[in-house]
């Protein structure tokens, strides 16, 4: 397809294990964004991938949350250790350009849903 | 950090009412990105600008750099604009910073 692709949509995993969410960009974008929403509140900032490199990782809440990017297309974020407090939906967007420097709108993924039990 | 805010909070109005939802920043920024995010919880780009404004079909977004500052602007509503609209904003040096946002209904 031609949008934002997440997969899986929707994780069930119990506290303490390890979970890994996965996005796909739109070809081409070189900037790709991963923001989190828990139930009821905003969107949150996670981290920020230019290429295969993260200029911003200000955003991630522990050290049990790690992202990566290979090819400068695909990313990962892995949570080790889950808690319940981790329970979110978590966004993946992509944009042509790094927004900020460039303009280019973001384009969001239908995420992915996790529940921590 | 910068501090967003949206009013109102939540809106209902009638079909083909003009619709207003405004947001406002505390510190300087270089570009402001408008979203809406439908109940299913799609979010959709729908304005980025970082200065005057913007017209897309009945939406008009327009930015206010010096009052910090902007609204997003909705002709003729029709119930299937009911959604979420989201302001964030970001500067160099810190990614986006999302707003709260502003639940908007409209009624047929």
Known sequence: GAGVSQSPSNKVTEKGKDVELRCDPISGHTALYWYRQSLGQGLEFLIYFQGNSAPDKSGLPSDRFSAERTGGSVSTLTIQRTQQEDSAVYLCASSLGDSLYSNQPQHFGDGTRLSIL | ?108
Not at chain 2, 83 to 100: D, E, L, T
Request: hydrophobic share 35%; with cysteine.
């Open chain 2, 1 to 108: 950090k910068n501090e967003v805010e949206q009013s109102p909070q939540n809106l209902t109005a009638q079909e083909g009412e003009f619709i207003t939802i405004n947001c406002s920043y505390s510190v300087g920024i270089s570009a402001l990105h408008w979203l809406q995010q439908h109940p299913g919880g799609g979010i959709v780009s729908l304005f980025m600008l970082s200065s005057g404004k913007k017209k897309h079909g009945r939406l008009i977004a327009t930015i206010n750099i010096q009052e910090k500052h902007s609204s997003l602007h909705i002709t003729a509503s029709h119930p299937r604009d009911s959604a979420v609209y989201i302001c964030a904003v970001g500067s160099y040096g810190q990614n986006f910073v999302f707003g709260p946002g502003t639940r908007l209904s409209v009624l047929p």
